[in-house]
């Protein structure tokens, strides 16, 4: 029975991404969804990087952030997100069909329809019944901001944020080595294919944690299983840092950029 929810759940889901991305849907070999972008160029440029990273992982990575961009910079992958958690996804679809453009409107729809089923597995741990968090996947297959940002394709990944904080919650309830091993692969997972969201994640776990721990947290087996869980986070996301950071170490940005693209207390109202 179980089964069959989330198959049916899957596919309704799957209808909903398609309605919400109207009208990709028929389209998806000839189309790239731009969402609000003003022109195509982030979707375009989005394709290039889910290509660079098809282009690499049969080469097991090597020359990786050698990318032949932004000539004469060397590293210049490093200058943008990777996402080659996504990436990864994107070549496996690359196996089944020869047409970029559908390979990456199927990682999208795959996206949404995970956002969904993501979304429905927090409301579950969190003690939700089942037909709720169904009716709240939905939910976040449709999220505005999402659709708003479909020509962003990182902007777009929700579901590991999703398994991430159902993985906190499954820690927090009973601190195994297991579970502090999810935990750091779905938040590493979170930065591999955003890191925007990455980062924000990361500072949201730390904050959650803090107000989410009690007195039966405080233990060696829990010192332990967390410990693992940072190193295997640290581990999966060590060889993406170590190149960002080459990569930009000759860059900076001064205050000024900073405080105009920073958001301000009319954005949050």
Same mark, same amino acid.
């Given at each position: 029975?179980?089964?069959?929810?989330?198959?049916?759940?899957?596919?309704?889901?799957?209808?909903?991404?398609?309605?919400?991305?109207?009208?990709?849907?028929?389209d998806l070999a000839l189309h790239l969804p731009?969402?609000?972008?003003?022109?195509?160029?982030?979707?375009?440029?989005?394709?290039?990087?889910?290509?660079?990273?098809?282009?690499?992982?049969?080469?097991?990575?090597?020359?990786?952030?050698?990318?032949?961009?932004?000539?004469?910079?060397?590293?210049?992958?490093?200058?943008?997100?990777?996402?080659?958690?996504?990436?990864?996804?994107?070549?496996?679809? &690359?196996? !089944?069909? +020869?047409?970029?453009?559908?390979?990456?409107?199927?990682? $999208? =729809?795959?996206?949404? /329809?995970?956002? #969904?089923?993501?979304?429905?597995?927090?409301?579950?741990?969190?003690?939700?019944?089942?037909?709720?968090?169904?009716?709240?996947?939905?939910?976040?297959?449709?999220?505005?901001?999402?659709?708003?940002?479909?020509?962003?394709?990182?902007?777009?990944?929700?579901?590991?944020?999703?398994?991430?904080?159902?993985?906190?919650?499954?820690?927090?309830?009973?601190?195994?080595y297991r579970r502090a091993t999810n935990l750091?692969?779905?938040?590493?997972?979170?930065?591999?294919?955003?890191?925007?969201?990455?980062?924000?994640?990361?500072?949201?776990?730390?904050?959650?944690?803090?107000?989410?721990?009690?007195?039966?947290?405080?233990?060696? &087996?829990? !010192?332990? +299983?967390?410990?693992?869980?940072?190193?295997?986070?640290? $581990? =999966?996301?060590?060889? /993406?840092?170590? #190149?960002?950071?080459?990569?930009?170490?000759?860059?900076?940005?001064?205050?000024?950029?900073?405080?105009?693209?920073s958001a301000v207390p009319e954005h949050f109202?």
């Amino acid at each position: 029975m179980m089964v069959s929810h989330h198959m049916v759940s899957s596919w309704a889901y799957l209808a909903i991404a398609a309605i919400f991305t109207w009208p990709l849907f028929p389209d998806l070999a000839l189309h790239l969804p731009i969402g609000s972008e003003p022109s195509a160029t982030v979707p375009l440029f989005n394709l290039w990087t889910l290509t660079w990273n098809a282009n690499r992982i049969p080469e097991f990575f090597v020359g990786y952030w050698d990318a032949p961009i932004f000539y004469p910079h060397e590293l210049a992958f490093g200058l943008s997100d990777p996402m080659p958690f996504t990436g990864l996804f994107f070549f496996l679809t &690359t196996l !089944a069909t +020869s047409n970029p453009f559908l390979s990456y409107n199927l990682c $999208l =729809l795959g996206i949404l /329809v995970f956002n #969904g089923i993501a979304a429905s597995h927090l409301c579950t741990t969190a003690g939700i019944e089942r037909v709720p968090g169904i009716f709240a996947g939905a939910l976040a297959v449709g999220l505005p901001w999402v659709n708003n940002e479909l020509g962003i394709l990182q902007l777009t990944v929700l579901f590991p944020v999703f398994f991430s904080l159902s993985a906190l919650l499954r820690f927090l309830e009973c601190s195994t080595y297991r579970r502090a091993t999810n935990l750091a692969f779905w938040s590493a997972a979170t930065y591999l294919s955003s890191t925007y969201f990455g980062v924000y994640l990361s500072l949201f776990l730390i904050v959650s944690t803090a107000c989410l721990t009690t007195k039966k947290h405080v233990t060696i &087996t829990t !010192a332990k +299983s967390a410990g693992l869980g940072a190193a295997v986070y640290l $581990l =999966l996301l060590l060889p /993406v840092l170590t #190149g960002q950071f080459e990569s930009t170490t000759e860059y900076s940005r001064n205050n000024t950029v900073i405080a105009k693209s920073s958001a301000v207390p009319e954005h949050f109202l």
